[in-house]
């Protein structure tokens, strides 16, 4: 999965970090909010404004490519879809009281 340079590492770690957790918190929530989506909203461009910011730390031609998009994706991916099958099956299986009363 990984080249041997270390700041493509950093780049797509700390990018699977903050989708995992933005992708955990949306899969908890069961009403929304205004606030909540704003919320999530203004991580993700503040996630986008330290890429800026944080030149040193970030190759920018690397983070364009489909190497990184494709490596964090798989990264995000094993990382929240057990969750959300154990949330479905648990749904599916032993629904809430007010979805048998229907």
């Not at 970090?17 to 503040?46: C, F, N, Y």
């Not at 040193?56 to 964090?72: E, G, L």
């Amino acid at each position: 999965l990984f080249e041997d340079e270390f700041i493509h590492v950093v780049a797509i770690s700390f990018t699977a970090l903050i989708l995992t957790e933005l992708v955990m918190v949306a899969l908890t929530i069961r009403t929304w909010h205004p606030i909540m989506l704003l919320a999530e909203l203004a991580s993700i461009l503040i996630y986008f404004l330290s890429l800026i910011v944080l030149r040193d730390f970030f190759d920018s031609d690397f983070i364009q490519s489909v190497d990184f998009v494709w490596k964090t994706l798989v990264i995000t991916s094993v990382s929240c879809l057990p969750l959300y099958l154990v949330k479905f099956l648990r749904k599916r299986f032993s629904p809430p009281s007010y979805q048998k009363l229907q």
